[in-house]
Nanobody, 113 residues
Framework: QVQLVESGGGLVQAGGSRRLACVIS????????MGWSRQAPGKEREFVAD????????SYADSVRDRFTISRDNVKNTVYLQMNSLKPEDTAVYFC??????WGQGTQVTVSS
C-alpha cells in the first residue's frame, strides 16, 4: 500500500502563489504515476496535473497549464504542486493520488478576490 499526506493549503489572494506538497510512504517502488486533482464545492473532482514518477514527464489540465507546475523529489518521496497566478476559480480541495489508486485526505486552497 501507499500512504499520501498533503500539506500547504490555505488562504491566498488572487494573483498570489502557493506550493502544495504530498509526502509518500509505503510501497513507493510500485508507483508509476503521481497526480493532483481538485474538487470545488458542488462540483466533481477534476484532474489538475500528473507526473511519471521515474521519468518526470508531466501533463496538465488546460485550466492550469502555464500557471501550475508539478514536480517530484524521488529522494524525499514528495510530489509538489507550485501554483502561481491563482484565481478565485482555483478554490478547491486539492488531492494527491498515486496511480489513481491511492489518495490523500486533501488540503484546502481558498483564493480570495
Amino acid at each position: 500500500q501507499v500512504q499520501l499526506v498533503e500539506s500547504g493549503g490555505g488562504l491566498v489572494q488572487a494573483g498570489g502563489s502557493r506550493r502544495l506538497a504530498c509526502v509518500i510512504s509505503g510501497r513507493t517502488s510500485s508507483i508509476w504515476l503521481m497526480g493532483w486533482s481538485r474538487q470545488a464545492p458542488g462540483k466533481e473532482r477534476e484532474f489538475v496535473a500528473d507526473i511519471i514518477w521515474s521519468g518526470g514527464s508531466t501533463s496538465y489540465a488546460d485550466s492550469v497549464r502555464d500557471r501550475f507546475t508539478i514536480s517530484r523529489d524521488n529522494v524525499k518521496n514528495t510530489v509538489y504542486l507550485q501554483m502561481n497566478s491563482l484565481k478565485p476559480e482555483d478554490t478547491a480541495v486539492y488531492f494527491c493520488n498515486s496511480d489513481q489508486r491511492y489518495w490523500g485526505q486533501g488540503t484546502q486552497v481558498t483564493v480570495s478576490s
